[in-house]
């Protein structure tokens, strides 16, 4: 990708920055600026996702015949990069990024004109319901049981790791629907609302001591077969399809936004050792860059990821990883001090050490699943081998 400007993108670029100005309050400025994950409060979230969708800006990278913008390659990466700078809150990915580009290349017409429409107004907040205690990189093995009934299916069992299902008004889910079949051919992709009786959701502290995750539990819950996504037995095809986009969502924006911060910090403390980490950390940020570029235009002209969306997962994760380790090792002693009302938007507590790297140790901690989430790292890299390399 070609990242010189052209006169119309430097034009861009100023129409997005006068936005950011005019529409990023303090306190959602806040909220980015203390993220501890790539998942932040909706109290936050839900409220620059409405400012984002008057301005149809919402979602850059949806076909603009389902309420995308139509920009190009560099547009997306102009706003991307400039939401990061200004401190604009993420999006929850679950919807925006996941779940929605799977109705439009799964949904029926029904499908798209229900589901869509309320993603994009954040009028739904989804969660997903893929891992369960014994299937989690192994996901194929999963045994959320759904068996049908008239119109519907009744579903019994668990999912885990479900993050900000206590959230959510719907969920995307996986259930086995033939549990005589391969276990990749008796999977069915569901559409649920989380509302429905029979749905328990009990939370999970991390270790960045946080309420992000939680575990979920149906016990005898129907869910309308209008919900299926794809045909039944087939949810795989759509699972897979799905997890192209999670592994390739979001930007290298956030990692350069962040990269460059510690930079500055760590310049000012005169280091060596340090000043070398991040140098290195650009490096590898670039290469990430390359990988982006690839996928995108690929997405542009209708086609999936494909195993680019595998690379991507491990470079972005390793090196958010790499980043912490460096903005931890910045902290020095006062990584040790865990304060996590300090890192809350609205809070008034005061950071202990430098305020630069307040949320060093919880994204430290929350961080280290980013290796394992959306399949972990090796099994990544055997998609790679087999995509890729015909392994």
Request: net charge negative.
């Amino acid at each position: 990708m070609n990242l010189d400007l052209s006169p119309q993108d430097i034009e861009f670029q100023q129409e997005v920055r006068a936005f950011l100005k005019d529409k990023l309050t303090p306190e959602l400025a806040a909220a980015g600026r203390l993220a501890t994950s790539v998942f932040i409060e909706p109290e936050f979230t839900l409220p620059w996702q409405r400012i984002l969708h008057e301005r149809g800006w919402v979602a850059p990278h949806w076909p603009k015949e389902y309420g995308g913008p139509g920009w190009s390659e560099m547009q997306r990466y102009i706003f991307a990069s400039e939401c990061a700078r200004a401190g604009a809150p993420g999006l929850a990915p679950m919807g925006l990024g996941m779940v929605g580009p799977c109705i439009i290349g799964y949904g029926t017409p029904e499908q798209k004109a229900h589901y869509l429409p309320r993603i994009l107004s954040g009028e739904d907040y989804w969660c997903q319901g893929y891992s369960e205690p014994g299937s989690g990189s192994d996901l194929a093995s999963l045994q959320l049981r759904a068996v049908s009934d008239g119109d519907d299916y009744v579903l019994n069992g668990t999912k885990i790791w479900t993050t900000h299902a206590h959230h959510a008004n719907k969920m995307f889910c996986l259930v086995r629907t033939d549990p005589e079949a391969k276990q990749q051919k008796g999977i069915t992709f569901l559409l649920l609302d989380m509302n429905t009786p029979g749905i328990k959701v009990a939370p999970i502290i991390t270790l960045a001591g946080e309420h992000e995750l939680n575990q979920v539990f149906f016990d005898d819950v129907r869910v309308p077969k209008s919900g299926r996504l794809g045909e039944e037995n087939d949810g795989w095809s759509v699972a897979k399809y799905l997890l192209e986009f999670e592994r390739s969502g979001g930007s290298s924006a956030g990692l350069e936004a962040g990269i460059a911060r510690l930079q500055r910090y760590v310049t000012g403390l005169g280091e060596a050792d340090l000043m070398r980490r991040v140098a290195e950390l650009s490096t590898g940020l670039e290469a990430i860059k390359g990988t982006e570029q690839r996928i995108l235009s690929a997405v542009s002209s209708g086609k999936p990821p494909g195993p680019a969306a595998s690379m991507l997962k491990i470079q972005r994760t390793e090196l958010m990883q790499a980043v912490d380790e460096v903005a931890v090792m910045a902290n020095g002693l006062y990584a040790g001090v865990h304060q996590l009302e300090a890192v809350h938007p609205l809070s008034n507590t005061p950071p202990v050490g430098p305020a630069e790297l307040v949320t060093a140790m919880p994204r430290y901690l929350n961080n280290r699943a980013g290796s394992i989430y959306g399949g972990s790292n090796e099994v990544q890299r055997g998609i790679i081998a087999k995509g890729v390399l015909g392994l």
